[in-house]
């Protein structure tokens, strides 16, 4: 056969490959880079570059474009490690996500009666099975109660390594770390967006019921029931996550950290009692509900996400929903911290590098540290 018939018809393979899948990807537009000072974004106090914001004080922060590791989130020798585990979960034995799958290559269609609302037609039933990391630092005394942070989106090695640089300092207390993987997918119609995305209690009952009894039995760790000691962070989706474990469960977590949040109308299936899915927290929920006891640490990248998928309904763009969240954050009393960086694109890991040590810092404000064993 020719070379040149074979280089046709690989051309045209290539071509009909490169359209099919076109048609099933959502096109994502490249972000702009934002201004933090634009018109209707919160004021803030803008940082020398290389600074962090002081780990006391609420409010908004500007970072500059330099996004150096922070020293405490690398490793050091001269500093006890703690030990790490992991373990897994099948989806076949949970009563709250038993497990879902959108088909790869699809995603769905906007409903033509309501621009919020994504029609999602190829999500099935589907297993899968989960991974779980507990970090457990040296400094923790068997039998006593300890508190704990539960991430996203885990395992998160760079939250157990700067642990053990803000525990070893007595910056933060002795504290259990338990990084939870997601159950597959993305987005609507998929069990991550199932499991982050839903504006309910549910996921936080899950960790509750299914996860945090495992780690306590398997590793021997006495966990604590007072909010003031539980936090929950996350990237992305895990940080609206964070958010909502805390707003629905406020009895069980009153600090939230969160990276790049999807505050934004991500939530399927429709609920037509939360149609905006977490748009609603600054657009209706935090303005309409009395004041929560709640600590929020949360960033947003200048070159953040905007609409990146099919959905055209005013309410797909990350820095505007983290900059609503701030201002009425604000508005209601709240203590949080809100940081604009800089040269920063979605879950910036650089931008994480240099400000997760400050945030932890934050955080646990008001939290009793244990004085030093002499």
């Not at 959502?26 to 570059?49: C, M």
């Not at 790490?84 to 033509?112: E, H, M, Q």
Request: charged residues 20%.
């Amino acid at each position: 056969m020719p070379k040149p018939y074979l280089l046709c018809c690989a051309l045209a393979l290539l071509l009909i490959s490169s359209l099919s899948y076109s048609q099933a990807s959502p096109h994502r537009p490249v972000p702009p880079t934002r201004d933090p000072h634009s018109p209707g974004f919160v004021a803030a106090v803008e940082l020398p570059n290389g600074a962090l914001p002081p780990s006391n004080q609420d409010g908004n922060f500007i970072l500059g474009p330099s996004h150096e590791p922070a020293p405490e989130a690398l490793p050091h020798s001269d500093i006890p490690h703690g030990d790490v585990y992991t373990f897994f979960l099948n989806s076949t034995d949970s009563k709250y996500f038993p497990g879902i799958a959108r088909t790869p290559g699809t995603f769905g269609a906007p409903d033509p009666h309501n621009a919020a609302k994504l029609i999602v037609t190829t999500s099935h039933p589907a297993p899968y099975t989960r991974r779980v990391t507990v970090y457990i630092p040296k400094q923790y005394r068997p039998g006593t109660t300890v508190p704990f942070i539960v991430g996203a989106d885990g395992p998160d090695p760079l939250l157990f390594t700067t642990l053990d640089s803000l525990i070893a300092e007595r910056r933060v207390p002795v504290m259990v770390a338990i990084s939870i993987s997601n159950g597959g997918g993305d987005a609507q119609g998929s069990e991550r967006g199932l499991e982050y995305d839903t504006m309910s209690g549910r996921y936080a009952e899950f960790v509750e019921h299914e996860v945090l009894p495992v780690v306590e039995s398997r590793f021997h760790v006495k966990l604590t029931h007072n909010p003031d000691g539980r936090a929950a962070m996350g990237g992305s989706s895990g940080g609206a996550c964070a958010l909502i474990m805390a707003w629905y469960h406020p009895e069980l977590y009153h600090r939230v950290l969160s990276y790049s949040g999807t505050f934004v109308n991500q939530q399927w299936p429709f609920n037509p009692k939360m149609p905006h899915g977490a748009w609603e927290f600054h657009e209706r929920l935090i303005p309409q509900s009395p004041r929560k006891p709640l600590r929020i640490w949360m960033e947003v990248g200048d070159r953040d996400l905007l609409n990146p998928n099919i959905m055209r309904d005013g309410m797909h763009d990350w820095v505007v929903a983290n900059e609503d969240m701030a201002r009425v954050l604000k508005a209601k009393g709240y203590h949080y911290q809100f940081v604009f960086a800089r040269n920063a694109g979605h879950v910036d890991r650089a931008t994480k590098r240099q400000t997760l040590p400050e945030a932890l810092e934050y955080l646990w404000q008001g939290y009793p540290i244990a004085p030093a064993k002499n």
